[in-house]
C-alpha cells in the first residue's frame, strides 16, 4: 500500500449463541514494538451489536498516516469492561507501506509552503490563530 491509502482489516468471528457486551481493540505497532496508535471501540462510543452464528467485523482507517516499513497490528474482542477476552491476536498480523515520494521518516504529513514576499520576517510556526511565532 501506499501513504495516504485506505486500509481494511477483518476480523471474521463464530459465535456460539448471543455475544454481547463486546469492544473490538485496534494497535498499530512500529518494528519494535512501540505502540503508534491504540484505539477500543468502546472508548470510540461505538456500541457493537450482539454477535452471534459467523460474520466478521470490519475496521478501516480511511487514510494510513505512514511512510515506509512494516506495521503489526493488534486485535482483539473483549467486554466492554476488559474483563473478558474472547480473542486476542498481538502483533499477529501486518501491513507494509511503500513511499514512492521523497519524504522520509515514519508519518506522513501534509506539508503546504507558501511564499509572500514583502511579509514578516523571522523563523517561527503558526500559533493556530495564524499569527507566527518567532522561535528566536
Known amino acids: 500500500m501506499l501513504p495516504g491509502e485506505p486500509l481494511a482489516v477483518r476480523i471474521g468471528y463464530e459465535a456460539d449463541g448471543d455475544v454481547d457486551d463486546l469492544s473490538i481493540s485496534f494497535a498499530i505497532h512500529d518494528n519494535a514494538g512501540r505502540k503508534l496508535f491504540g484505539i477500543t471501540t468502546h472508548a470510540m ?33 473483549t467486554s466492554t469492561d476488559g474483563g473478558t477476552v474472547f480473542a486476542w491476536h498481538e502483533q499477529q498480523e501486518r501491513f507494509e507501506v511503500m513511499n514512492p515520494g521523497v519524504a522520509d521518516g515514519t508519518v506522513d504529513v501534509p506539508l503546504a509552503v507558501e511564499v509572500r514576499p514583502g511579509v514578516g520576517g523571522g523563523v517561527g510556526s503558526d500559533d493556530g490563530a495564524g499569527r507566527v511565532v518567532s522561535e528566536g
Request: proline residues 15%.
Open 45 to 77: 462510543g461505538v456500541v457493537i451489536p450482539p454477535l452471534s452464528g459467523r460474520g466478521e467485523i470490519i475496521l478501516t482507517v480511511p487514510r494510513v498516516p505512514f511512510l515506509d516499513g512494516e506495521y503489526p497490528i493488534t486485535l482483539g474482542i
